[in-house]
């Protein structure tokens, strides 16, 4: 038995799955929403998503999607970070002065 194989045949099999369901975007029932959304955050490797990105017949339904759920998560997370660092950066400042 080749696990390896068996492995890249199951990650293929799932992003059939995936791009099936990609297909219908944006008028995709809400638990096929919610399974795409786990699927890009937390199961597809960066070759899985460069594999589906490149299917020229999902082009303008992944754009869309990434649009409307990836990217804006990924802003948002990322000005998180942002304002969490400054805050950081304003306090070791805040009490270097005091102590100085």
């Given at each position: 038995?080749?696990?390896?194989?068996?492995?890249?045949?199951?990650r293929t099999a799932r992003r059939k799955e995936i791009e099936d369901m990609l297909r219908d975007y944006p008028d995709v029932e809400p638990a096929t929403l919610d399974t795409?959304?786990?699927?890009?955050?937390?199961?597809?490797?960066?070759?899985?998503?460069?594999?589906?990105?490149?299917?020229?017949?999902?082009?303008?339904?992944?754009?869309?999607?990434?649009?409307?759920?990836?990217?804006?998560?990924?802003?948002?997370?990322?000005?998180?970070?942002?304002?969490?660092?400054?805050?950081?950066?304003?306090?070791?400042?805040?009490?270097?002065?005091?102590?100085?």
């Amino acid at each position: 038995m080749n696990v390896g194989f068996d492995h890249a045949q199951a990650r293929t099999a799932r992003r059939k799955e995936i791009e099936d369901m990609l297909r219908d975007y944006p008028d995709v029932e809400p638990a096929t929403l919610d399974t795409l959304l786990s699927w890009f955050r937390h199961e597809a490797s960066s070759m899985d998503v460069a594999m589906l990105s490149s299917v020229d017949y999902l082009k303008d339904e992944y754009c869309a999607f990434r649009k409307d759920h990836l990217d804006r998560s990924a802003n948002e997370e990322g000005l998180i970070w942002s304002v969490l660092g400054i805050a950081a950066v304003a306090g070791i400042f805040g009490v270097a002065a005091y102590l100085i």
